[in-house]
């Protein structure tokens, strides 16, 4: 089992926000969840402060924030990580953060 690295979800997230600058200034965030019986993303919710969704989804923001999504808890799962199933990414003043969650923290594991 490989060794946990503390920076990686950081690292990922802070070249994301260097990547969609204008994205990333905008205050949002994203509640997600995983898969009971495996480490693979399942469903997100969006909440974002002005209406840019349409340039979340155009500029490949959304794809490349779920493909991480997807990444991150697939290695907490390979590391045996926890908490690693539920979370929110909030963003806002050109930085992204994420915050994991216990399971069934969230709406969407209800």
């Known amino acids: 089992m490989p060794n946990f690295d503390q920076n990686f979800e950081a690292t990922r997230l802070a070249m994301l926000s260097k990547q969609h600058p204008d994205i990333v200034k905008v205050s949002g965030e994203v509640v997600f969840c995983a ?7 399942s ?13 979340v989804t155009e500029s490949g923001f959304k794809l490349h924030l779920l493909e ?10 390979q590391c045996n990580e926890l ?9 806002g003043g050109g930085t992204l953060n994420i915050e994991w969650l216990p399971n069934g923290t969230t709406q969407l594991s209800k």
């Open 35 to 41: 898969e009971d019986d495996e480490d693979r993303l």
């Open 43 to 55: 469903g997100t919710s969006w909440t974002l402060e002005d209406d840019i969704f349409d340039q």
């Open 68 to 77: 991480l999504l997807d990444n991150f808890i697939e290695y907490r799962g």
């Open 83 to 91: 908490p690693k199933k539920e979370g929110i990414v909030r963003f």
